[in-house]
């Protein structure tokens, strides 16, 4: 994927978000890191590859970790921090750079469990901790607002069309942004695959019960979306008819005679 194969690797190779680049290299080159640095922005926008260059330029071993998958109880937390009670990683060491230090990136971490983030609150407090932590998440976690004198909260944006327009000359960079909602990641896909084929929405035939009734009613009070529409292919009941008589004409699954007595009795009963 073009996302992956040009991505960044030094802090100005990244386009736009100058005060967050300059408040990553005060936090990397001033120690001890008292604080915690959290990217907060909408997805897509290269939070996560800004958290990466700079641990790079600033020669530390990015220590990447979804935090949304792999930090859900306080275990996951204690985990993470023994392992860092060095500040050399064990590759490091045995490559003999002792000076390479770890840099702890916490990807996604408005999705991790909010009781594991009051254990990462913890490890940001502690005045022992010698790595540097940077979290990145779309949404500011009410755990991390509450103690914003031991992170600092850096806004991210998308960068700005003119400068995109210069790496793809031939593409109208504008228009693609506001189709992708100003998801930079999404546009290169675009970019890269074309335009994905959309599913058609077919809604569901209602049945008419009163409990469904009553609760559609509801929706359309609030307006709320319509549970009964869905992403579906609506290709009729004609391929339906077709598989069942093909399914029925084959000898190991068509009804035995047994079976077909029981159903003429069944209907003889009524």
């Known amino acids: 994927m073009y996302s992956e194969i040009y991505r960044p690797s030094n802090l100005s190779e990244i386009l736009g978000n100058n005060e967050a680049k300059d408040i990553l290299k005060t936090y990397l080159t001033t120690q001890p890191f008292s604080k915690a640095v959290l990217l907060i922005g909408p997805p897509g926008i290269g939070k996560t590859t800004m958290a990466l260059c700079a641990a790079n ?135 890269q695959y074309g335009v994905s084929d959309t599913i058609p929405k077919y809604v569901l035939p209602p049945t008419g019960l009163p409990p469904e009734v009553s609760f559609v009613l509801k929706q359309r009070m609030f307006d709320l979306p319509n549970l009964l529409e869905c992403h579906a292919d609506k290709q009729g009941t004609s391929h339906l008819n077709e598989t069942i008589a093909k399914y029925m004409n084959d000898g190991r699954r068509g009804r035995n005679n047994a079976s077909l007595r029981r159903l003429k009795k069944s209907a003889l009963d009524k």
């Not at 935090?67 to 003999?96: H, M, P, Q, T, Y």
């Not at 509450?146 to 593409?171: G, K």
Request: hydrophobic share 35%; charged share 30%.
């Open 57 to 191: 330029t600033f020669d530390f071993d990015a220590l990447e970790i979804n935090a949304s998958k792999s930090i859900r109880s306080f275990e996951d937390v204690d985990k993470i921090r023994d392992s860092c009670r060095s500040a050399v990683n064990i590759r490091s060491f045995l490559n003999g750079n002792i000076t390479r230090k770890t840099c702890v990136i916490l990807d996604e971490v408005d999705g991790s469990d909010p009781h594991a983030q009051k254990k990462v609150m913890e490890w940001i407090r502690d005045k022992t901790r010698s790595v540097p932590i940077i979290c990145t998440g779309n949404e500011l976690p009410i755990v991390f607002k509450r103690n914003a004198e031991y992170i600092e909260i850096v806004r991210c944006f998308p960068p700005r069309p003119q400068d995109i327009q210069t790496l793809f000359p031939n593409e109208d960079i504008p228009k693609l942004l506001k189709e992708c909602q100003y998801d930079i990641r999404r546009m290169i896909h675009r970019i």
